[in-house]
């Protein structure tokens, strides 16, 4: 039988300002859109009885949701806010089961493309974070 894997044990990390990857799974509750999407360029000509497409370049995204945080170190704020400002791109590893030697892993450099605060009545402030691949993204193991 097929043994599903649980959200819980997937663990993401990035670089922020230390310049090292640091895993900010604690604040994480949802990853959606990797390793993503690449673009298929439309080559169809006269004769074909639909549209014919050739793989071309990697174009991914993915989106962050995060519960906010003020923790100096790897905090929300301090965290994420230095990623918005930075001037060069970041270093990211994602990996779904785990990291237990032989799971799988993605991984690459991203920017961060957009960071909103949600702020809503008895509930928790959270954040939503958008990156965009840079160069494409390297899946692998562990």
Same mark, same amino acid.
């Given at each position: 039988?097929?043994?599903?894997?649980?959200?819980?044990?997937?663990?993401?990390?990035?670089?922020?300002?230390?310049?090292?990857?640091?895993?900010?799974?604690?604040?994480?509750?949802?990853?959606?859109?990797?390793?993503?999407?690449?673009?298929?360029?439309?080559?169809?000509?006269?004769?074909?009885?639909?549209?014919?497409?050739?793989?071309?370049?990697?174009?991914?995204?993915?989106?962050?949701?995060?519960?906010? %945080?003020?923790?100096?170190?790897?905090? %929300?704020?301090?965290?994420?806010?230095?990623?918005?400002?930075?001037?060069?791109?970041?270093?990211?590893?994602?990996?779904?089961?785990?990291?237990?030697?032989?799971?799988?892993?993605?991984?690459?450099?991203?920017?961060?493309?957009?960071?909103?605060?949600?702020?809503?009545?008895?509930?928790?402030?959270?954040? %939503?974070?958008?990156?965009?691949?840079?160069?494409?993204?390297?899946?692998?193991?562990?």
């Amino acid at each position: 039988m097929t043994a599903y894997v649980a959200s819980e044990l997937s663990k993401f990390f990035i670089t922020p300002s230390t310049g090292s990857l640091v895993d900010i799974s604690a604040y994480i509750t949802e990853i959606n859109g990797l390793p993503g999407k690449r673009d298929l360029s439309d080559v169809t000509t006269f004769g074909s009885l639909g549209h014919r497409f050739k793989p071309s370049l990697e174009n991914a995204e993915f989106t962050i949701n995060v519960l906010y %945080t003020e923790d100096t170190n790897y905090g %929300t704020n301090s965290t994420i806010g230095y990623l918005r400002t930075t001037l060069s791109t970041s270093a990211f590893a994602y990996y779904p089961a785990g990291t237990t030697a032989g799971y799988g892993k993605i991984s690459g450099a991203m920017w961060l493309d957009d960071l909103s605060y949600i702020s809503k009545v008895g509930d928790a402030v959270r954040a %939503t974070i958008h990156c965009k691949v840079d160069n494409g993204v390297t899946i692998g193991t562990v």
